[in-house]
């Protein structure tokens, strides 16, 4: 019996350390992945929960986990164990009995592939390692467009005239150009491939154009894996049409001939050089 005695608690030992990873038959966690679009992320939640559980890993097959909530209102806790996996307790000790809703998360697979969740968790009730995978559909780059149209009363976008030979560029939040593009006659701009993250778009072009839409010129936004977001710029010239108003004063001197005033007004003194008067069917 003194022989037997150590072997037994050796056994016990090596089913009490059993490796998360093992997919042990018969762990009866019914747990649940929705995922929704990728703006909204995916949620882990169970079913018919038992004091039987004190963690959990969350690991994805493939992709990086972006962002995570824990729903700490039913004291759950997430720790980031590595690029694609998170590590989930809850503040009480053990998983809380009943059915629970343990995180949600936001995650980037490249090149928007297909991707699974796997699920691992001891069940301590029987010693076993047990695992549950559930099929996630990809979230990958996103996407920046827009269009630069001409704009001097600080307009959104409608119906205006798109601008040409514009220089658009993409930085990151820490002011390096990742990449850029020049708009063609419609005025429209567009970059895909952008992993997720934080990142500055602005529109210029040579001196003579002034942003309006916005002010600055340059807009700072996050990319969410998956996603398309749309930004605007308004731009005017500095010598704009709309600057000059044309009145004409008729003075009739007979029957046959009459006098015409002509009076400019311009709200920029220095941006055109001659005035080009075409008059059709008459003699000056």
């Given at each position: ?84 996996e ?14 629970h ?13 297909p ?31 827009g ?6 009363a ?40 952008l ?7 602005r ?81 000056i």
């Open positions: 019996m003194a022989r037997i005695l150590p072997f037994l608690i050796a056994f016990i030992f090596a089913q009490c350390v059993t490796p998360l990873e093992s997919n042990a038959q018969g762990c009866n966690l019914k747990t649940a992945v929705f995922a929704f679009a990728c703006t909204s992320g995916a949620t882990v939640s169970y079913e018919e929960g038992i004091d039987c559980y004190t963690e959990m890993r969350v690991l994805l097959d493939v992709g990086t986990f972006y962002q995570w909530t824990a729903n700490s209102a039913d004291n759950w806790i997430v720790e980031q164990l590595a690029p694609n998170l590590l989930v307790t809850n503040s009480n000790g053990l998983f809380p009995s009943g059915d809703t343990m995180l949600n998360f936001l995650y980037y697979t490249p090149g928007g592939f991707s699974e969740l796997i699920l691992l968790y001891n069940d301590e009730c029987v010693l076993e390692g047990c695992a549950n995978t559930h099929p996630l559909p990809g979230c990958g780059e996103s996407c920046i467009t269009t630069v149209y001409r704009e001097c600080d307009m959104p976008l409608s119906n205006q005239p798109g601008l040409d030979e514009f220089l658009v560029e993409v930085s990151d939040d820490m002011g390096n150009i990742i990449t850029t593009y020049i708009t063609g006659t419609d005025g429209t701009y567009s970059f895909c491939d992993p997720p993250g934080n990142y500055v778009v529109a210029s072009k040579d001196p003579g154009w002034t942003p309006k839409v916005p002010a600055t010129g340059m807009y700072a936004l996050e990319l969410t894996p998956g996603t398309e977001q749309f930004r605007n710029f308004g731009s005017c010239p500095e010598c704009d049409c709309d600057d000059v108003e044309i009145l004409f004063q008729e003075e009739i001197l007979s029957p046959d001939s009459s006098v015409y005033n002509l009076c400019l007004f311009l709200d920029n003194y220095f941006c055109f050089e001659k005035l080009l008067l075409e008059v059709d069917s008459v003699e």
